[in-house]
């Protein structure tokens, strides 16, 4: 990535520009030991140094996962609060009637959306906006839970594909544990993103940066972003014919 500072700086200025415009004093965001909300976390931290709020929202999660953030939050002078989900999820899923046909996804989707409710709350609280770690390899093929991970008001790294969050990384001083883990929700057990997406980042960001790829990369990163287009949009609405 060229002008590497010059790119952080002005993700920065922009982070300023949306929160101030909101009439908000600052930011809060999930921290959930990975690379994307840790970058994330690193701009907004430049951006806001006394009004950046970190979440740790563990959700019968890996503890390794904690374990990531808190080294993430320490190295990068985070401020941090955890707030354990796990009673919140098992009393909703036994209210609704879960059982064992449900599959991993839709449970895992529960677990995202209960830490977009927890984060609109702390934002709530303190004035602040909620920030989204969502890139643009995610983006585009809606890899994401709608009203989940999506659930927020800015998203500063939505224009960086995969590996431009990794150099991000580097340059904001990420720690290496995070940069090379493998990339992956947390929503179940060894779950990862590039099994689950069927290809590796480095495929799905080569077709997106110069559309470049195989036939068979091509056409199911085609099918997902047209499938996934309801994801990125707002509701579709209705509009009277004047009849």
Same mark, same amino acid.
């Given at each position: 990535?060229?002008?590497i500072d010059?790119q952080?700086?002005? /993700?920065c ?9 909101? &009439?908000? &004093?600052?930011? $809060? ?5 990975? =690379?994307?909300? !840790?970058v !994330?976390?690193?701009?907004? &931290? ?7 709020l970190?979440? =740790?929202?563990?959700?019968?999660? @890996? ?6 953030a808190?080294? !993430?939050a320490?190295?990068l ?5 955890k707030?354990?989900?796990?009673? $919140?999820?098992?009393?909703l899923?036994k209210s =609704?009637?879960s059982?064992? +046909? ?6 895992g989707? /529960?677990k +995202? *959306?209960? *830490?977009m409710v ?6 709530? &609280? ?8 969502? @890139?643009k +390899?995610?983006?585009? =093929?809606g890899y ?12 500063p /790294? ?5 590996? %431009?969050?990794? %150099?991000? !990384?580097?340059?904001?001083g $990420?720690?290496? %544990?995070?940069?090379y883990k493998a990339p992956?929700a ?13 290809? +590796?980042?480095? %495929? ?5 940066a @110069? ?5 068979s /990369? ?5 099918a ?18 004047g $009849?």
């Amino acid at each position: 990535m060229k002008n590497i500072d010059k790119q952080c700086n002005e /993700i920065c200025s922009w982070l300023r520009e949306a929160v101030f415009a909101a &009439k908000a &004093k600052g930011v $809060v965001l999930g921290l959930s030991g990975g =690379i994307d909300s !840790a970058v !994330a976390a690193a701009l907004c &931290k430049r951006a806001f140094p006394e009004d950046t709020l970190c979440l =740790i929202l563990p959700c019968h999660s @890996n503890p390794k996962d904690e374990e990531d953030a808190r080294l !993430a939050a320490e190295k990068l002078g985070l401020r941090l609060e955890k707030v354990a989900l796990d009673p $919140v999820y098992d009393i909703l899923t036994k209210s =609704i009637g879960s059982d064992e +046909s449900d599959s991993r996804l839709l449970l895992g989707n /529960i677990k +995202s *959306r209960l *830490r977009m409710v927890t984060l609109y709350y702390y934002a709530g &609280k303190n004035n602040y906006l909620v920030v989204g770690p969502t @890139n643009k +390899s995610e983006l585009t =093929i809606g890899y994401f839970t709608k009203h989940g991970d999506s659930g927020v008001d800015i998203m500063p /790294i939505a224009d960086f594909v995969k590996s %431009e969050i990794y %150099e991000l !990384a580097k340059y904001l001083g $990420v720690p290496d %544990e995070l940069i090379y883990k493998a990339p992956t929700a947390g929503l179940w057990e060894n779950q990862t993103d590039e099994d689950e997406m069927r290809m +590796s980042y480095k %495929e799905l960001d080569e077709y997106i940066a @110069n559309g470049k790829a195989d036939a068979s /990369i091509k056409n199911r990163v085609d099918a997902m972003h047209n499938a996934s287009k309801h994801k990125r949009n707002m509701p579709q609405m209705y509009k009277r014919t004047g $009849v």
